[in-house]
């Protein structure tokens, strides 16, 4: 959750930030190149001059807004990064800004607890971190295996011992992975009730189109007689051409008119 300040001047923030992180004066003035009585004074309201590129550090070293700062908001989260500040290359922010990924699937991720999770496990398989482990018992049952020579069946019962190294990471990779995407399917996935109710809508039309006021429908049905029924039910719709759809229909199916089987016979 996002933490909100009360109003104030970029003093009052100082003040605020120094408190919540626990940092003297003398620890900011050098985290930002500045003397401490030079902090100082502007602090106290001695002096006005701080200079932007000051303000700038102060800014990155709490790692807030420069809006925030100076007072223009009340919420801390900056807005904008630097590419290099986020850790990505080049190349992956040209994707993000192109839209080559979708961008509203990478903050959902980003923004979900278990896909941190996700990560950290990549960044562990990556490094070998358990396979390594699993490669030396591996390489343990081995040689007991060699120890026992003529006794096939304590031979064999070792060395269904091994496992494949990466097992154990490439399944909890998964699991964190797909556990990520359901809550973000959760969040911003489809609502699939909106659309069968709009599929159960479009079936009771047809279903009227065919029973034409009958309480049960022609068991004799058509295709014909479906295509006219679907062309129908959507015939009320904005620059849709009943005879159009029709067609689109039986062409669907496998199906054509007499008028139509009768030109393509020509």
Known sequence: MEQVFLPGTIRDRIKDLMKSKKMTQAELAIRIGMSESTLSRFISGNTDKIGNENIIRIARVFNVSTDFLLGEVDVPDRMNYDISELGLSVQAARNLYTHKV????VNALLENPEFANTTNLISRYLDDELAKGFAAQNQLYATVAGMLGSASGAVEEVKNLQVPVYQFDLTAIQRSFMSAVQVVKKEIGNDL???KELTSQAVKKIYTELTKGQKKPNRKITVDQVAEAVAQSVSDLPGI??????????ALTGTVTGHEKGTNDQ
């Open 241 to 250: 051409d009943k005879e159009t759809v029709k067609q689109m229909f039986l």
């Open 193 to 195: 009730s909106a659309s």
């Open 102 to 105: 979708n961008p509203q699937v």
